[in-house]
């Protein structure tokens, strides 16, 4: 006996007369929108944007949803006082970065290479804090790594490769994601080269932890322990191609100023001498002249140089940059401690001295933005151990004698002065 039932789709359960084309088959029939959301669905599994017989495969890119530069650097503005050529700099190179990453890969089209950064910087300028901002605002896998406590393969330490297990559980273990996420290299200049003699130990910290770190500058295919490689040695490994992933390397290079002032200020021969030079003298407004031949003499291989094409600097924090940080971004520390009496009930109240005398205490100390988190700790921690239990106070002003009578009785001072 025949079925009168009207044909409907057998996935989604539309009849013919709601959709466009109805197809038939043996068992059942499928309409025109279950056949599109099945070709997007092998499209992002396989990898691939045609079936069609005769034509080349061509990779799906990923889309992001990215920023122009001026957009990156005005984000980066609300949380990094100074410093904009560095920002302009990272913005640029990540927006270029992610730009190549959205185009569909195939043989006739330009293939665009990544561009790694390197900056030059010192502690405490923000070399870190830019690399961590803006891989918040592209929300995507970012890890940090320490460039000290690697070495060659079979010595005491970690492998390079460790550096990519970070970033594969940042990643929470997809390894297509990990595939297009950052990595920043800290404290690159600690493994420069120690001595160009030649030596009977090997430079296991140096120049051959220089020589592991290209492969994955460069772009290759890397087995990643997930779990670590030494204390794991059975685990399996997982194969991550590093060619989508952007390195950001930065280190304070503490000495390179010598290097560049030896490489401008080259004294004449003779009785005609040249006046017209510029004033190098103050070490602060040398980073600006560095080059890749100042890394070199530092103590960089010339084929780690070569993978980090983009060469930027920090400049040193004055004082007035100093105050800004103090109370204009975003998550000032002020802010930060205002918010923490703010929960306890108690508003908070900064004098202008009292910052002026952080920021005088921070210059010389001379350890950066980090200092003046330092510094404000050692002032108040007394007024954070005994304001909670005291609910009578609502107000708590931090004068600049409250601030020089707490910071000079402080082990932090005291240690300053015995140094």
């Known amino acids: 006996m025949a079925s ?3 044909p409907h789709c057998s996935f989604c359960g539309r009849k013919k007369n709601e959709v466009e084309i109805l197809l038939s088959g043996t068992d059942g029939h499928i309409c025109n929108f279950c056949i599109e959301q099945g070709y997007d669905l092998i499209q992002q599994e396989l990898g691939v944007s045609s079936f069609k017989p005769g034509k080349k495969k061509k990779t799906v890119a990923p889309k992001f949803d990215i920023k122009p530069p001026v957009e990156l650097k005005n984000y980066l503005d609300k949380y990094i006082i100074g410093q904009n050529e560095a920002k302009k700099v990272l913005s640029v190179a990540v927006y270029n970065h992610y730009k190549r990453l959205s185009q569909p890969k195939s043989d006739e089209d330009v293939n665009i290479e990544k561009s790694n950064i390197i900056m030059v910087g010192e502690t405490g300028t923000g070399k870190t804090y830019l690399a961590r901002t803006i891989a918040r605002m592209l929300q995507v896998p970012f890890a940090i790594a320490d460039a000290t406590v690697l070495t060659e393969a079979g010595y005491v330490g970690e492998d390079v490769e460790s550096i990519l297990s970070r970033l594969l559980q940042a990643a929470d273990f ?7 996420g950052i ?3 800290d404290e690159i200049d600690k493994i420069a080269r120690k001595s160009d003699n030649p030596s009977i130990t090997r430079d296991v910290s140096g120049e051959g932890v220089q020589q592991g770190l290209l492969k994955l500058l460069e772009g290759s295919i890397v087995g990643v322990p997930p779990q670590g490689g030494r204390k794991h040695p059975d685990q399996q490994l997982v194969q991550i191609n590093t060619e989508n992933i952007l390195f950001i390397c930065g280190g304070a290079f503490d000495g390179i100023a010598r290097h560049i002032a030896k490489r ?10 040249d006046t017209n030079t510029f004033d190098f003298n103050n070490e602060e407004s040398l980073l600006k002249f560095v080059t890749q031949q100042d890394l070199k003499s530092f103590g960089l291989i010339p084929e780690l140089i070569g ?5 930027t600097y920090l400049n040193p924090l004055d004082k007035a940059t100093l105050r800004k940080i103090l109370t204009e971004p975003q998550n000032a520390l002020v802010k930060q401690y205002k918010k923490l009496f703010d929960m306890e009930g108690i508003k908070l109240i900064f004098d202008d001295e009292a910052l002026d005398y952080i920021v005088e205490q921070a210059i010389v100390f001379n350890l950066g933005a980090r200092g003046l988190r330092s510094i404000c700790e050692a002032i108040l921690t007394d007024a954070m151990f005994e304001l909670p239990s005291d609910k009578t106070i609502k107000t708590f002003v931090v004068s600049k004698d409250y601030a020089q009578k707490k910071f000079e009785h402080s082990t932090f001072y005291e240690v300053k002065l015995v140094a």
């Open 4 to 6: 009168n039932k009207e």
């Open 174 to 180: 997809n390894p297509e994601l990990a595939e297009r």
């Open 183 to 185: 990595v920043y290299i």
């Open 264 to 273: 401008i200020n080259k004294a004449p021969i003779g009785f005609k001498v």
């Open 307 to 311: 993978r980090l094409p983009l060469l």
